[in-house]
């Protein structure tokens, strides 16, 4: 078989099971922002998130839904400076600002220093090219749509 049917064979495959996850509740992550593999929702008829949650989001200026660990929440204080992300006066680990994304995409950083509102939500990846709260700023729980995720079965890139 060529390397093009092979590849083309492969990539339905993936549709195919992705699809049949969702129908099931899972989704297929296959970015770099967070763990590969496979997480499951949580269906929750009212959610509040909380720091250290995995969700999905879909927020107004992005097309694709976001997978993104919470970071910050009503009443903390976030600072996004050139030297990284600051969570109540604690800088965060690999959370360095970057010029361009892993595509090579040049980044707006999106500094700020605020407290955030009961409707705010800082998220970030677990990567730290992840594009996340960094570059589209704090989340408004109002606008967006904010699904709880857990993980099901993942596993580490090959670096």
């Known amino acids: 078989m060529n390397k093009t049917k092979s590849l083309f064979l492969s990539l339905i495959l993936v549709a195919v099971i992705s699809i ?11 970015t770099a922002s967070m763990s590969l593999g496979f997480y499951k929702l949580d269906k929750l008829e009212k959610y509040t998130p909380k720091k250290e949650d995995i969700i999905v989001l879909k927020i107004p200026t992005i097309n694709n839904k976001l997978l993104k660990k919470v ?6 204080k976030v600072i996004v400076s050139p030297k990284g992300v600051y969570i109540n006066d604690i800088l965060l680990k690999n959370s360095d600002i970057f010029e361009f994304g892993s595509d090579g995409k040049p980044l707006q950083a999106n500094f700020m220093n605020k407290v955030l509102k009961e409707d705010e939500i800082f998220v970030m ?3 730290n090219m992840s594009y ?3 570059y589209f700023g704090v ?11 857990s993980k099901f079965y993942t596993w580490e890139k090959n670096k």
């Open 132 to 134: 996340d709260s960094r």
């Open 125 to 127: 990846g677990e990567n």
């Open 20 to 30: 049949i996850s969702y129908s099931f509740g899972f989704l297929y992550n296959n």
């Open 139 to 149: 989340v408004n729980l109002k606008v967006s749509k904010i699904e709880k995720i």
């Open 71 to 76: 970071v910050a929440t009503n009443g903390d």
